[in-house]
C-alpha cells in the first residue's frame, strides 16, 4: 500500500513541474488562527505560483476525513486539490469526485506508480484571506516530507527556538 507521504510527494513533484514553488506541512501562524475555524491544522502542501497559492492535501483513501481537511483551507487558497492513490472507478468514487468537484470546489487528483492524473480541476477562487501566504517560511520548504504525521514540521515555536540558539 502506498504512503500519504509517498502520495504527497508525488503531488509535489507535479507541482513543481508546473512552476509552483512547494511548502510542506505548514501552520498558520498562531495570532492568525482564529479568522476562520481551521484549528490546527497542517496543510500537507502549500504552493505559490505567480500570486496565486494552491494549497493539496493527500490521503490514502478518498474519505470524508479528506474532505474535512481540504476545507479548512477553501478560505485562505486561490486553489485546492485533494489526492488519493488510483482506484477502480465506481459509483460511489464517481460521487466521491463529484462532491468533492461540485460542492467543495476541488480539484481532485489520483496517485498510480507516482504518476498525478488530474480528475476534476479545481475552482479558482479570486479573493483569498492571506494568513496561509503570510505563514510561509523558506523552512517549510525542507524541515518535513509532506504528508508526515510524525512531527518535525516547521512552527513558530521552533523558529523562535532557533532565534534563541542563535542568539
Not at 41 to 51: F, K, Q, S, T
Amino acid at each position: 500500500m502506498i504512503s500519504e507521504a509517498d502520495i504527497a510527494e508525488s503531488a509535489a513533484i507535479w507541482l513543481e513541474s508546473s512552476g509552483w514553488e512547494i511548502y510542506r506541512e505548514v501552520t498558520l501562524e498562531y495570532a492568525l488562527r482564529g479568522r476562520h475555524a481551521i484549528g490546527d491544522g497542517r496543510a500537507d502542501i502549500v504552493g505559490v505560483n505567480g500570486g496565486q497559492c494552491g494549497v493539496l492535501e493527500a490521503k490514502t483513501t478518498l474519505s470524508f476525513e479528506l474532505l474535512a481537511q481540504a476545507a479548512r483551507w477553501r478560505d485562505y487558497a486561490h486553489v485546492v486539490w485533494s489526492v488519493v492513490p488510483f482506484a477502480k472507478l465506481s459509483e460511489g468514487r464517481h460521487e466521491a469526485f463529484q462532491i468533492a468537484s461540485r460542492f467543495y470546489g476541488f480539484g481532485v487528483l489520483e496517485c498510480e506508480n507516482g504518476t498525478i492524473s488530474v480528475k476534476r480541476e479545481p475552482v479558482v477562487r479570486s479573493e483569498i484571506d492571506p494568513a496561509l501566504l503570510v505563514s510561509l517560511r523558506p523552512e517549510h520548504k525542507t524541515a518535513v516530507a509532506a504528508g508526515t504525521n510524525r512531527g518535525g514540521q516547521w512552527t513558530t515555536f521552533k523558529e523562535t527556538g532557533a532565534k534563541l540558539a542563535a542568539y
